[in-house]
């Protein structure tokens, strides 16, 4: 459990507290945040805190503008970097309506929603443990980001070759003294790509958690005159960053997933979730994969799924169920990237698979050939399906889709479709430097 307001203001004393951070994640999964002095700690600990709801992506017009910020007090953290004259603490924040009912465009609030549906059919908690991967690039001498890499390591390497060690050592001692429990910290497989793990979580403290290591992450980079990015394929030509998910269900007897008599002892559960994920995989896709860029990474070749199969062995599958049991049963959703909000991500893998349980979907056969090597015909023997190629074609395929539309609720979704739609017409429209490269001399 947090902590109390009373041991909030004497950790505020301890640690020399002076400013106060209300933080809270917009529809494009952005961190906001309202500074506040500690003189208006009380009035925000009682959630009377306003601010400008029509400045926010996805949040309302002008004329219903003012929303209230409510301090969930189980998020208070002090940021360890900050002036030892004066530290910075922060709450996270669910978004409320001046007449003091949750707010429907907050992404917070409606992984909550999403949750409540879960408990209703018998579960008690959505486990998850992400695994999100970035980009060190350097700095120039104005701060700016370059193309630069910061190293030529590969996966697992060790410095020399890995510079990004010291960054990446800073970032975890950082995150520990936050109370993050750090799993491994290592290179990943491209030049200039790194993954700290962390600890898994119920959804909703996951989802924060992931939104706190962005910001510490890019924090401490910076420090050391890098840029870190999680844009899914900054480079051509190299692997691209995912947000591996791996998913959990649980009761009272334990993880809802495992079954010690069920076949590869997985429970019918585990199955039937696994059913609904891949119902649903090709109209989540705009959700997980929000960006136009998130679709030059989901292309064969470089380790990340662009087909809807499932395997326990294949790493090639969208959804791949990993060896462990007892508790750390779990599926692993591959396709997720870490330009998602990860509060409207987990709503949708949660609402596809709780699709799969509520509607006893039958999961079908794993594939455990390397599904980069079949062709068209063979995938279709397969039941396996290609993942939206763009952006639009994401978006067309989540329309369709009314467990998907259901789950992030109509506020969201408009706002959703109607911002994305922009950024693909602002993308499709615009010359890039390819066509003149292509084209200029050509014609």
């Known amino acids: 459990m947090g902590l109390s307001k009373q041991e909030i203001y004497k950790k505020i004393e301890e640690e020399n507290v002076k400013f106060i951070r209300l933080q809270f994640t917009d529809m494009l999964g952005t961190i906001k945040n309202v500074e506040i002095p500690l003189s208006q700690l009380d009035k925000a600990l009682d959630g009377m805190m306003m601010f400008d709801g029509s400045s926010i992506e996805g949040f309302v ?6 929303m209230y910020l409510v301090p969930d007090l189980d998020t208070f953290v002090v940021y360890p970097w900050t002036s030892e004259k004066g530290k910075v603490a922060r709450f996270i924040c669910d978004i409320y309506n001046p007449d003091q009912t949750p707010f429907e465009g907050c992404p917070r609030y409606n992984l909550k929603r999403n949750l409540k549906k879960m408990e209703e059919l018998g579960f008690s908690a959505f486990n998850i443990g992400t695994e999100p991967e970035f980009f060190l690039f350097k700095l120039d001498e104005k701060g700016e980001p370059t193309m630069e890499l910061n190293d030529r390591g590969g996966y697992f390497d060790l410095a020399p070759t890995d510079l990004g060690e010291n960054c990446r ?30 600890k898994y979580a119920n959804a909703v403290k996951h989802c924060d958690d992931i939104q706190t290591f962005k910001l510490v992450v890019k924090t401490i980079a910076r420090q050391h005159g890098l840029h870190a990015t999680f844009m899914p394929k900054p480079l051509f030509g190299v692997n691209g960053s995912g947000m591996h998910a791996n998913m959990s269900l649980f009761n009272e007897n ?79 959703a591959r396709s997720v990237d870490p330009s998602a909000n990860p509060y409207m991500a987990m709503a949708v893998l949660l ?24 062709n068209k015909a063979e995938r279709e023997a397969h039941g396996v399906q290609d993942l939206p190629a763009t952006l639009y074609d994401a978006l067309v395929e989540l329309q369709k889709d009314k467990v998907m539309v259901d789950a992030l609720g109509e506020h969201l979704f408009e706002h959703f479709i109607e911002a994305k739609e922009i950024e693909w017409d602002m993308f499709r429209t615009q010359v890039h430097p390819w066509e003149r490269e292509q084209y200029l001399q050509t014609y």
Not at 61 to 66: G, H, K, P, T
Not at 171 to 177: G, K, M, R, S
Not at 352 to 368: F, H, I
């Open 254 to 332: 334990g993880n809802a997933f495992f079954d010690e008599k069920g076949k590869d002892q997985l429970s019918e559960v585990a199955y039937q979730f696994t059913a609904g994920i891949i119902k649903h995989a090709v109209n989540f896709t705009a959700v997980t994969n929000p960006t136009v860029n998130s679709y030059k990474r989901l292309v064969p070749g470089y380790e990340a799924p662009c087909y809807v199969a499932w395997s326990g062995q294949n790493r090639s599958p969208l959804i791949r169920v990993p060896t462990s049991r007892g508790l750390s049963t779990r599926i692993e």
């Open 351 to 374: 609402a596809a698979g709780l699709d799969g349980v509520e509607n006893k979907l039958q999961a079908p056969a794993p594939v455990d050939r390397n599904i980069y090597v079949m």
């Open 169 to 198: 050592r800073d970032i975890v001692l950082e995150l520990e003294e936050m109370g993050f429990e750090i799993e491994a910290s290592h290179h990943e497989v491209a030049p200039g790509q790194h993954e700290i793990d962390f």
């Open 61 to 66: 017009r002008i004329e219903e503008s003012d």
